[in-house]
Nanobody
Framework: QLQLVESGGGLVQPGGSLRLSCAAS????????IGWFRQAPGKEREGVSC????????NYADSVKDRFTISRDNAKNTVYLQMNSLKPEDTAVYFC??????????????????WGQGTQVTVSS
């Protein structure tokens, strides 16, 4: 069974950093682009970042550009999201998901499968 598990969330002060991990089990991530999404209370789920299957390309939402960095280690079957200079508006549940494509084609939710359960990120003083 395809499964993704996110970890690394927590409570951090504004300006702080966190690194989220997305670990796969039951399948290898090598063939899939992986996306990170987030959902704040009362808001729709939005795409944050995506990385292609081999890590050759990545993209970011404008709201996180230059602050977040996505990476992957296919040998460890894990994708990471390094989040720096965190702001209160980054507070949300963060999810990872495997795309049906090997490249990043955007953040259309129906193009992503095998969603994780999410990890809470709270940015507050």
């Amino acid at each position: 069974q395809l499964q993704l598990v996110e970890s690394g969330g927590g409570l951090v002060q504004p300006g702080g950093s966190l690194r989220l991990s997305c670990a796969a089990s039951g399948f290898t991530l090598d063939y899939y682009a992986i996306g990170w999404f987030r959902q704040a209370p009362g808001k729709e789920r939005e795409g944050v970042s995506c990385i292609s299957s081999r890590g050759g390309s990545a993209n970011y939402a404008d709201s996180v550009k230059d602050r977040f960095t996505i990476s992957r280690d296919n040998a460890k079957n894990t994708v990471y999201l390094q989040m720096n200079s965190l702001k209160p508006e980054d507070t949300a549940v963060y999810f990872c998901a495997a795309s049906t494509y090997w490249y990043c084609s955007g953040y259309v939710l129906r193009d992503f499968i095998s969603w994780g359960q999410g990890t809470q990120v709270t940015v507050s003083s």
